[in-house]
């Protein structure tokens, strides 16, 4: 009986020590060790946004009349005053992600600001807006984005290649893991 109970002290000791080291190693490096397969496997999700990966945070200021919904992708390019907007089909620069809430911007530009994820290791869940249906011959191949009834999500066709899907909802086509193109951020020199 004392053999059991000291085998059971060992692995309790060796969980513990597993998880402080785990912890320290978050807290201290900030390295992120999560496979994208625990993220979520299926069906809709209530909450849109970063998921994995780094966060590089900027002050940013939105453009007048934005429409920022909560079940919606965030990702964002400039206008030609240089305020955000929310980015669609067509676009093909993006800046980064906005951190915000669901939100209709008011009438003048610059008055509302926001933190913008500009890191290009961080994966974003985003809802699927297309016709095409996602595949996971898909997975790591650049994509489009589409916004439909004021939610930007996920267009599985290839023109503006703004995003590079990672993962994703195949079984109910509800939702994709995406990170942002590198040579689409500040692909255009100032003018």
Not at 37 to 51: A, W
Not at 78 to 92: F, P, R
């Amino acid at each position: 009986m004392q053999e059991i109970y000291r085998k059971i002290g060992v692995f309790l000791h060796a969980v513990k020590v597993k998880f402080l080291l785990t912890r320290y190693h978050v807290k201290r490096h900030f390295h992120f060790n999560i496979k994208l397969s625990e993220i979520g496997t299926i069906g809709e999700q209530l909450k849109y946004g970063h998921v994995a990966g780094g966060e590089v945070m900027v002050e940013a200021q939105w453009g007048a009349s934005e429409v920022i919904k909560a079940a919606s992708g965030k990702f964002v390019q400039t206008d030609d005053s240089g305020y955000l907007e929310i980015a669609d089909s067509g676009d093909n620069q993006l800046i980064g992600w906005a951190n915000h809430r669901e939100e209709t911007i008011g009438a003048v530009d610059g008055v509302t600001k926001t933190q913008l994820n500009v890191s290009l290791s961080a994966v974003y869940k985003i809802p699927l807006n297309t016709s095409t249906p996602l595949t996971r011959a898909m997975f790591y191949d650049s994509c489009d984005l589409l916004v439909t009834t004021d939610i930007q999500g996920v267009d599985c066709t290839s023109s503006e290649d703004v995003l590079i899907i990672v993962g994703g909802d195949i079984a109910n086509q509800k939702w994709a893991l995406v990170m942002l193109n590198p040579s689409k951020m500040g692909a255009q020199g100032i003018s």
